[in-house]
């Protein structure tokens, strides 16, 4: 059983950042790709950035330039810099451990584990 453990979000101002991080426990953390969503009220969830296990990132065009995703192996903790935030960003972000990075992209399996949720609100 995997567990994620994320942190980092809250309330900012457009143009400010933020850190998201989520660590598992319980887990092979390093033999496994990551990957960070999000979702807003009324949306899909939607992949924002992955990384794979060699370190190969993936980001959605919506925040590319702009967020930045690594891992530690040493922590068992993926993290997810945010900078230059709009509105737009407003959101539940959730982690992702045990999908499938191929094709330069996360593959969501039925088998993986998602964190609690935290919330990212940026105000105009």
């Known amino acids: 059983q995997v567990q994620l453990v994320e942190s980092g979000g809250g309330l900012v101002q457009a143009g400010g950042s933020l850190r998201l991080s989520c660590t598992a426990s319980?887990?092979?953390?390093?033999?496994?790709?990551m990957g960070w969503y999000r979702q807003a009220p009324g949306k899909q969830r939607e992949l924002v950035a992955a990384?794979?296990?060699?370190?190969?990132?993936n980001y959605a065009d919506s925040v590319k330039g702009r967020f930045t995703i690594s891992r530690d192996n040493a922590k068992n903790t993926v993290y997810l810099q945010m900078n230059s935030l709009t509105p737009e960003d407003t959101a539940v972000y959730y982690c992702n451990y045990g999908g499938i990075y191929f094709s330069g992209t996360y593959h969501l399996q039925r088998a993986g584990y998602w964190g609690q949720g935290t919330q990212v609100t940026v105000s105009s």
């Open positions: 990384i794979s296990v060699a370190g190969s990132t």
């Open positions: 319980g887990s092979t953390f390093s033999t496994n790709a």
